[in-house]
T-cell receptor, first 112, second 113 residues
Framework: GQQVMQIPQYQHVQEGEDFTTYCNSS?????IQWYKQRPGGHPVFLIQ?????EVKKQKRLTFQFGEAKKNSSLHITATQTTDVGTYFC????????????FGTGTRLKVLA | EAQVTQNPRYLITVTGKKLTVTCSQN?????MSWYRQDPGLGLRQIYY???????DKGDVPEGYKVSRKEKRNFPLILESPSPNQTSLYFC????????????FGPGTRLTVL
């Protein structure tokens, strides 16, 4: 079936270091969304990408959608302790469905 | 305040005892969805609803039922819960089917003994 894998599964960084998580789909996606879940909390929407090759920035966060619309990445520059949490990508398969498939998530820990 | 609410937040039950987890949103959203979250597996969609009386299966619908009789409510029903349905459940809603951010409820932690 359709799968969305994320790597790495875990990442520990020192505060101030950069962080990147990658999302890879087995099928073409019509769009991709990114969510952040703080420990003990619920997922919170960060951003959505729709176009092939699209790049969006939110302060220290940079999001990319691959040319083939099968992969995406989230890059955080100069991590802060407030960036701690699990980051999920979620995509909709391109053909005739309103399902969402979430990635397995990347748990980020930031050491002060 | 715009929000998605779920009840109960925590539930411990026994195998075979029917239960319902309620979900309600006050944002007049058309799209609602149920997910389960298990360690290492991320969030997996159980069912979704495009609008009143329109529901469809997600990736893991077995053992679950849903209904959408009113726009604001989307209950999740476990007719005969089993231990493999022990999980953290999230309800979510969005303005319409695709291309809109999903707002998540606080979650329901279910344990089936």
């Amino acid at each position: 079936g359709q799968q969305v894998m994320q790597i790495p599964q875990y990442q520990h960084v020192q505060e101030g270091e950069d962080f990147t998580t990658y999302c890879n789909s087995s099928t073409t996606l019509s769009n991709i969304q990114w969510y952040k879940q703080r420990p003990g909390g619920h997922p919170v929407f960060l951003i959505q990408l729709v176009k092939s090759g699209e790049v969006k920035k939110q302060k220290r966060l940079t999001f990319q959608f691959g040319e083939a619309k099968k992969n995406s990445s989230l890059h955080i520059t100069a991590t802060q302790t407030t960036d701690v949490g699990t980051y999920f990508c979620a995509g909709s398969p391109a053909v005739g469905t309103y399902k969402y498939i979430f990635g397995t998530g990347t748990r980020l820990k930031v050491l002060a | 305040e715009a929000q998605v609410t779920q009840n109960p937040r925590y539930l411990i039950t026994v195998t075979g005892k029917k239960l319902t987890v309620t979900c309600s949103q006050n944002m007049n959203h058309e799209y609602m969805s149920w997910y389960r979250q298990d360690p290492g597996l991320g969030l997996r969609q159980i069912y979704y609803s495009m609008n009143v009386e329109v529901t469809d299966k997600g990736d893991v619908p077995e053992g679950y039922k849903v209904s959408r009789k009113e726009k604001r409510n989307f209950p999740l029903i476990l007719e005969s819960p089993s231990p493999n349905q022990t999980s953290l459940y999230f309800c979510a809603s969005s303005l319409s089917g695709l291309g809109n951010e999903q707002f998540f409820g606080p979650g329901t932690r279910l344990t089936v003994l």
